[in-house]
């Protein structure tokens, strides 16, 4: 009777690349036609959505949008608000990335909003992307005695 070692195959996914980079998006609108002109800028604020993040061989890219709120007083002394949505795309180039697994998102670091003209204002925003691309590994492992009773 011989006496072996069973082995079982276990995989996991291990770190290969963490990257993240400053990405910033300038953006100018028009007031609508419905809302009066700008007297000045109370404040602005927003938040970043992630909507696409693609692997390929030699990049990652990450795009999404910034969805932007901006408060305003009017010459006739109302407070109003604009929304606006802020599409954004961010690349890293990478080593090989077949057979891998992109991660990643997005945060807005800072955003700032100034007139042009009471009709007109121009939205500077910065957001940090960040990306993690893990690849897939395996090892062997010993779970027990396998008895060979020839």
């Not at 195959?9 to 002109?37: C, M, Q, R, W």
């Not at 696409?52 to 006739?76: H, K, P, T």
Request: glycine share 8%; proline share 3%.
């Amino acid at each position: 009777m011989e006496i072996g070692l069973k082995k079982e195959n276990y995989v996991f996914y291990d770190t290969k690349a963490e990257l993240s980079g400053a990405h910033e998006e300038v953006y100018e609108t028009i007031v609508p036609d419905a809302l009066p002109d700008i007297l000045s800028i109370t404040d602005s604020y927003g938040l970043v959505l992630v909507s696409s993040r693609e692997l390929r061989e030699e990049r990652a890219d990450i795009s999404g949008q910034i969805r932007a709120s901006v408060m305003y007083s009017s010459e006739s002394g109302s407070c109003e608000h604009i929304s606006l949505q802020i599409p954004f795309s961010h690349s890293f180039e990478i080593n090989g990335g077949e057979g891998c697994v992109l991660m990643g998102g997005a945060e807005l670091q800072s955003i700032d909003t100034r007139t042009i003209n009471p009709r007109k204002i121009i939205v500077r925003a910065s957001v940090r992307v960040w990306a993690k691309i893990i690849e897939p590994k395996s090892f062997e492992l010993c779970s027990g005695l396998a008895e060979d009773n020839s």
